[in-house]
């Protein structure tokens, strides 16, 4: 499976941006997939991830209430919409899949190349 991310930039504080994730090869829908995002030099953080049918989705703490994951199967794409920017949301961020449970872990089996998002305060 191959994840290509698209959507990062440069936001100000308080502002909103949307992250893109298009899948190839595989079962797509099979797949939970969501995002996780590192700062160089810390550890990596889940962000959010979703069920292969859309309809059920988990955040990390985070994020809760400004971020929301969607996908399209039709288009085998994830979208990541991202709200109330902070300067802490800054960072490298990676749509990944898996086979598995939806829930808060790293345990990925496919990592996409990452887009950085920057948030200025």
């Known amino acids: 499976v191959q994840l290509q991310a698209s959507g990062g930039g440069l936001v100000q504080a308080g502002g909103s941006l949307r992250l893109s994730c298009v899948t190839s090869?595989?079962?797509?829908?099979?797949?939970?997939t969501g995002w996780v995002r590192q700062v160089p030099g810390k550890e990596r953080e889940f962000v959010a991830a979703?069920?292969?049918?859309?309809?059920?989705?988990y955040y990390g703490d985070s994020v809760k209430g400004r971020f929301i994951v969607s996908r399209d199967n039709a288009k085998n794409r994830m979208d990541l919409q991202m709200n109330s920017l902070k300067a802490e949301d800054t960072a490298v961020y990676y749509c990944v899949a898996k086979y598995g449970p939806l829930n808060g872990d790293l345990h990925y089996n496919w990592w996409g190349q990452g887009t950085l998002v920057t948030v200025s305060s």
């Open positions: 979703i069920s292969w049918s859309g309809g059920n989705t």
């Open positions: 090869g595989g079962r797509y829908g099979s797949y939970i």
